[in-house]
């Protein structure tokens, strides 16, 4: 069996590396130099070449738990054996019962009635959708525009890219839903702050202008990352999420937090709107609800928001809502949930977070000074680091830093300018000490 592989030991055929197109990746360059992880233990991956390589991002932002998580794997192996799938049509099973009133239990007061899909993208959708279809069914059918966020990533569906603010997400794809877009929150003179920037609030007035010009008579809902994660950890301005909250409040327009990375323990909270003391009317959330073992995501809403369906919904056997997944609240998703929130509350899950969180700002904040380092951001255990652009390569430098972590035994993301950091909840002050060292040390060796 002929091998692209410079030691010979990633075990894969040339054709196999061929046939699968990579999602969201370089694949002429990965397949050049493949990154290949064969398995996964506590808060370290291990490579086709038999390395230990620290988890610098949870996965994709994912298992802050840590990997192999017993119980979890238990509870998934045993609901397969038990049940593999459940119809969610029509027909339903105990699980998504129990986990929904699990996840309304991490949730702030209010929002109580859930949606589950399967990832965060799905999300991001349905929100778009719920908040479309609430203002029609409430004699409110001109409100149909979305407003989301420049530098905004809300998945990849095409609500999701139409919301979201990241050019080169969507600039390839042609017309979108009908949307506009507030300013990014990143502020001349917020550079290197620690938590949430001082500067910025006035920046959600810029609401009251695309009101001024559209009317909220026309306006579904506005979507917003609390904090933005695949931007490059992109934190609200202090007072900014409040004003977001009472103009839409008093503009009878919807509010979304799409909390698929903030939600369940990473803002220090068990969300964001926790965190930052505001309450949106739909949450979206995914990843960390199943410590990234199998795909889950969802929203969370009023019960209010849902009585409206409910009302409107006709003779008593019609669907109130045409809309889910073949992967709605699948059992094994379920179980894999149900553990996980059990092992967050019973590890403290945000406790660790906010324990490691200072250690882990004076660690990233090091890197100040680094050659090539414009800005740090950090909020609960998440960090951007901006890097100036290589002329004529805006993406390049952060790519090369992370390879160079890579060769040094850490796995950490990037994209755009930024490189983006989030550890496991319960790494050691140590092992984040030495992520950050390794970056140093990669960005010394960048011409
Ligand atoms: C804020 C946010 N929304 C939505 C998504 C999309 O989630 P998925 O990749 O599960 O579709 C992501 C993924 O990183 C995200 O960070």
């Known amino acids: 069996m002929e091998l692209s592989d410079p030691h010979g030991l990633i075990g894969l055929t040339p054709s196999q590396l061929d046939a699968y197109w990579m999602p969201s990746t370089g694949n002429r360059q990965f397949k050049a130099d493949p990154r290949i992880f064969v398995s996964a233990h506590g808060r370290h991956y291990r490579d086709a070449q038999g390395r230990s390589i620290f988890d610098g991002l949870s996965g994709l932002w994912t298992c802050g738990l840590g990997h192999g998580r017993t119980q979890i794997t238990k509870a998934v192996s045993d609901q ?24 309304v239990s991490f949730m702030p007061a209010g929002l109580d009635r859930v949606f589950f899909v399967g990832s965060g993208s799905e999300a991001a959708d349905t929100s778009l959708k719920i908040a479309r279809a609430y203002w029609r069914l409430r004699g409110q059918a001109s409100k149909t525009r979305f407003i989301g966020r420049a530098k905004g990533y809300h998945g990849v569906s095409f609500g999701g890219i139409s919301v979201g603010g990241i050019v ?45 010009l559209h009317d ?6 506005v979507i917003v990352e609390p904090w933005a994660g695949s931007a490059g950890i992109i934190v609200p301005p202090k007072g900014y999420l409040q004003r977001l909250r009472q103009i839409c409040t008093d503009h009878q327009i919807l509010l979304i937090f799409d909390e698929v990375i903030t939600a369940f323990g990473r803002s220090g909270a068990w969300t964001a709107a926790e965190a930052f003391g505001v309450t949106p009317d739909i949450l979206n959330f995914a990843k960390q609800v199943t410590n990234g073992a199998i795909p ?17 919904g006709g003779p008593h056997y019609a669907i109130e809502l045409p809309h889910g997944h073949t992967y709605s609240a699948h059992p094994v998703a379920c179980a894999a949930g149900l553990v996980t929130l059990d092992l967050l509350r019973q590890e403290s899950a945000t406790e660790q977070v906010n324990a490691i969180a200072p250690a882990f700002e004076r660690a990233v904040h090091s890197l100040r000074g680094a050659p090539h380092v414009t800005d740090i951001r950090n909020f609960g255990l998440a960090a951007g680091i901006t890097l100036a652009a290589m002329p004529g390569e805006p993406a390049r430098r952060p790519f090369e830093v992370a390879l160079d972590c890579w060769r040094q035994g850490f796995y950490v993301r990037f994209g755009a300018d930024t490189l983006q950091l989030a550890p496991p909840f319960g790494s050691t002050a140590g092992e984040l000490d030495a992520l950050t060292n390794a970056i140093g040390e990669a960005l010394q060796r960048q011409p």
């Open 80 to 103: 397969v054996a038990a049940m593999d799938f459940s119809p969610p049509f029509q027909f339903g099973h105990r699980l998504a019962f129990q986990l929904a009133e699990q996840v």
């Open 296 to 312: 889950m995501g969802g929203i969370v809403t009023t019960r209010a928001i849902q009585q409206t369906f409910l009302d409107a």
């Open 168 to 212: 080169g997400n969507r600039k390839i794809y042609g017309e979108g839903i009908t949307v506009d877009h507030l300013s990014h929150t990143l502020v001349p003179g917020n550079e290197f702050c620690r938590g949430m920037p001082e500067n910025g609030a006035d920046l959600a007035d810029q609401l009251l202008e695309l009101i001024a």
């Open 216 to 221: 909220a008579s026309n306006i579904a809902a």
